[in-house]
């Protein structure tokens, strides 16, 4: 099929890519020549694992297209991809701007029936809207469809190519059609394909980010009540996680979630409550917790160091909202920096991919550095923000060594508390004992 995916952000360009791997003739637009020169010449514009050697490779297979001409794109495809950024307006709604924008900028370049796919993340209605703004200017028949993603950044290859699940939102009979044969590749895999009303697919993915964004909270809030109680959050963790009604994933404790997705998602869905004159109570409570979670790490060092940290250095191992990405939108470090940098510290950061990220947002308010060793040595005390695997396969005696004070604070519990009572640090993780050296 010819695919038309207009965004190449992180949705649009993983969507982009896959749909070419698994042999659709796709083409990738977007507005930013910078951006689309460089994947013209193999080289992705962002840091997501796998991403990179697909695109070299369905470009050699000539499966794959970049333009910034969507006038050369849109004309003969099956079916249109929006993968449009919807960020938070100032009252946190999410703008919608972007899509519709296009929606427009396509109907006039239809010429024969067409399927617009919303990627974007929207609230329940917009598929409507984009009809509306679609059929003010055209004759040519079309149908809109809802088809959020659902993808981990880090992940997102992997997600796209074996999801669990596929959620598409239309009543027409006709873009079924189209997109049962888009995604013929994964349903005959035995990926279930879930149709419902476009409102109804619209609601599952700000419904799905909100419910984990809430799991994260939750033993969040378990973590700081197991530190009052003497228990181990990670032990409570294992326990509740065996529990098939609950799951193992995402009751990990740290220092609050980030990324593009689940604040600006879980804020856009108390925004839809509000306008239904509904009090979404919890997810009001989901944001108040991860935002005073954002400053556990902080209130842990300034109890040790006090207020006044002139004078102090410390590490700072992850600059990354989470690892496997370069993602610095809402990253827990930022209010990490910004505490420690107004109270006087010096801050040595590293990250295996976030660096020229982190610099674009803070500047030079920090020392960045090209190793976790090198940010380490000669600093009082390191602070983990980010969860890397390299750094849970740091020696923590060399560690102990490097650190002034021998002292760790581990924003994502990635140490093990006895091997850093062996090493003699002084480790201070969340919802765990602190181990004293």
């Known amino acids: 099929m010819h695919i038309v995916v207009i965004g190449t952000g992180y949705v649009g360009l993983v969507t982009g890519t896959c749909l070419a791997e698994v042999g659709h003739n796709v083409t990738c637009v977007d507005i930013d020549e910078q951006k689309i020169n460089k994947l013209i010449a193999g080289d992705a514009p962002f840091y997501e694992p796998g991403l990179g050697d697909l695109i070299k490779k369905n470009q050699h297979a000539d499966r794959l297209h970049f333009t910034v001409k969507l006038q050369q794109a849109v004309g003969t495809p099956d079916a249109i991809f929006f993968a449009l950024p919807t960020p938070p307006n100032g009252d946190g709604e999410a703008d919608l701007s972007y899509v519709l924008q296009a929606a427009g900028d396509v109907a006039t370049l239809l010429t024969k029936y067409t399927i617009v796919i919303n990627k974007s993340t929207v609230p329940v209605g917009t598929a409507q809207k984009v009809r509306d703004v679609i059929a003010a200017k055209t004759k040519t028949p079309f149908d809109v469809v809802s088809n959020p993603e659902f993808l981990r950044e880090g992940f997102a290859v992997s997600d796209f190519m074996n999801p669990d699940r596929i959620v598409v939102g239309t009543r027409s009979k006709k873009a079924r059609a189209v997109i049962e044969e888009v995604y013929k590749p994964f349903t005959q895999n035995s990926v279930p394909l879930l149709i419902m009303d476009e409102a109804s697919s619209e609601m599952t993915k700000y419904a799905a980010n909100s419910f984990l964004a809430t799991k994260i909270s939750f033993m969040n809030e378990v973590a700081n009540l197991c530190e009052l109680v003497g228990a181990d959050v990670d032990l409570v963790r294992e326990g509740i996680g065996l529990d098939e009604r609950i799951g193992k994933r995402f009751l990990n404790a740290g220092i609050g979630y980030g990324g593009s997705c689940f604040p600006k998602d879980v804020l856009a869905l108390h925004k839809i409550a509000n306008h239904h004159d509904y009090d979404f109570k919890m997810l009001q409570t989901v944001m108040d917790v991860n935002r005073r ?145």
Not at 398 to 415: E, Q, S
């Open 293 to 437: 979670q954002k400053h556990v790490i902080v209130d842990k060092v300034v109890a040790r160091y006090g207020e006044n940290l002139s004078g102090k250095t410390f590490a700072l191992w992850g600059l990354a909202f989470k690892a496997d990405t370069d993602d610095m939108r809402e990253a827990p470090s930022l209010d990490i920096i910004r505490e420690l940098h107004g109270r006087g510290a010096r801050i040595v950061a590293y990250d295996p991919e976030a660096v020229l990220n982190a610099k674009r947002i803070i500047g030079n308010e920090i020392t960045y550095v090209h190793s976790a060793e090198e940010a380490a040595q000669g600093a009082h005390a390191l602070i983990i923000a980010t969860e890397w695997k390299e750094f849970a396969a740091a020696d923590v005696h060399g560690l102990a060594k490097a650190l002034k004070d021998k002292t760790v604070f581990d924003g994502r519990n990635i140490f093990e508390l006895d091997d850093m009572q062996a090493a003699g640090l002084t480790y201070v993780s969340i919802g765990r004992k602190a181990q004293n050296a």
